[in-house]
């Protein structure tokens, strides 16, 4: 049973820099058919897909937050990251590392995708 789990700091602060690692456990992440997203919910609002890598390294993001995102592989370490730059508390969110085998950049619910970690809350806040 594959298993993901999301890590990172709860509170950032504005204009400052979001990080959140995404550790896989149970399958190798550079399994070429799968592709591992982050999406996220805002408080009150729906899921939103923000960008996936896919087990061969290639990268895609959402045209809305693509000058602020940046996702990466650590193969060593069976883990993927997501990096927000420049912050603001619209930003504030659950976010979710997830696993499917095809992009799907419109979300209705996390069951859209095969395995999700159980989701970390990141609030922006002064």
């Known amino acids: 049973q594959v298993q993901l789990q999301e890590s990172g700091p709860g509170l950032v602060k504005p204009s400052q820099t979001l990080s959140l690692t995404c550790t896989v456990s149970d399958g190798p992440i550079t399994t070429y058919r799968y592709y591992w997203s982050w999406i996220r919910q805002p408080p009150g609002k729906g899921l939103e897909w923000m960008g996936a890598?896919?087990?061969?390294?290639?990268?895609y993001y959402s045209p809305s937050l693509k000058t602020r995102t940046s996702i990466s592989m650590d193969t060593s370490k069976n883990q993927f990251s997501l990096q927000l730059s420049s912050v603001t508390p619209e930003d504030t969110a659950v976010f979710y590392c997830?696993?499917?085998?095809?992009?799907?950049?419109?979300?209705?619910?996390?069951?859209?995708?095969?395995?999700w970690g159980q989701g970390t809350q990141v609030t922006v806040s002064s």
């Open positions: 997830v696993r499917s085998p095809r992009i799907i950049a419109r979300p209705s619910r996390l069951s859209d995708y095969n395995y």
């Open positions: 890598i896919s087990g061969s390294g290639s990268i």
